[in-house]
């Protein structure tokens, strides 16, 4: 079992900047944020293999960077410009080589307008 271990988020006003950062035990293949809003779905922010290729929401390209440390096993995600429409519980995820998912407790983004 991966544990995983979130820090980061908080309140911002609109076109601020936030970094969230996840610290996971174990191989893993690849990290990633997700993010789930009031009454939606959880969708994906952004995931990067441990090769360093990455995946954005289209939401928030040009806007969040997702960056891994191999040896630290830590994921960070840089959130500028940040819009009201960003807030949203956000939750590492991690996947191993068994293609296995683990969670974070999620850590919550709020950004006003």
């Known amino acids: 079992q991966v544990q995983l271990v979130e820090s980061g988020g908080g309140l911002v006003q609109a076109g601020g900047s936030l970094r969230l950062s996840c610290a996971a035990s174990?191989?893993?293949?690849?990290m990633g944020w997700y993010r789930q809003a009031p009454g939606n779905q959880r969708e994906l922010v952004a995931v990067?293999?441990?090769?360093?290729?990455?995946n954005y929401a289209d939401s928030v390209k040009g806007r969040f960077t997702i960056s891994r440390d191999n040896a630290k096993n830590t994921v960070y995600l840089q959130m500028n410009s940040l819009k009201p429409e960003d807030t949203a519980v956000y939750y590492c995820?991690?996947?191993?080589?068994?293609?296995?998912?683990?969670w974070g407790q999620g850590t919550q983004v709020t950004v006003s307008s």
């Open positions: 990067i293999t441990r090769g360093g290729t990455t």
């Open positions: 174990g191989r893993i293949f690849s």
């Open positions: 995820n991690a996947r191993n080589y068994n293609l296995n998912d683990s």
